[in-house]
């Protein structure tokens, strides 16, 4: 059992934050390397090998921050509900950092086209979180609404 199996137990919020986690990484694993692959072909038949590096570049970035989000939540389960917010806040911020920083390393870089980089990432990332949000709607989260 790992550690954080074992928080859920002993930590009902827990176990709410990680039931969610799943359903959303499932449902994003699911609906956005298709997207992505529609991308990447779509991308290399307009624009050729510079075409499908770009895009396959964004892709990966797009993922990685996607799945990077969704790996902050299983981490962060078994802490405090304030704690979860500053973590997923303080992930939020160094992800865009990092990617402005990957984007602008990449910026000179010849072999990949700028535009299917950018719109394979925007894409990515809006498919991801639309089948994030659909999963968190579609998962049964116990909720307290105060009168």
Do not use: W
């Amino acid at each position: 059992m790992s550690e954080t199996e074992t928080e859920a137990q002993e930590n009902p919020h827990a176990k709410v934050v990680l039931q969610a986690a799943r359903a959303m990484t499932k449902a994003s694993l699911l609906v956005t390397p298709p997207a992505v692959l529609v991308c990447i072909v779509l991308f290399s038949i307009l624009n050729g090998l510079p075409g499908f590096l770009g895009s396959l570049v964004g892709a990966v970035l797009a993922m990685l921050a996607s799945l990077s989000t969704l790996g902050l939540m299983r981490f962060s389960a078994g802490q405090d509900p304030m704690f979860v917010m500053v973590i997923a806040l303080g992930g939020y911020v160094v992800k865009v950092v990092l990617l402005f920083g990957a984007l602008t390393l990449l910026k000179g870089v010849t072999a990949l086209h700028p535009m299917s980089l950018g719109i394979t990432m925007i894409v990515a990332i809006l498919v991801a979180a639309a089948a994030e949000f659909a999963a968190f709607r579609k998962t049964k989260i116990p909720t307290i609404i105060p009168s």
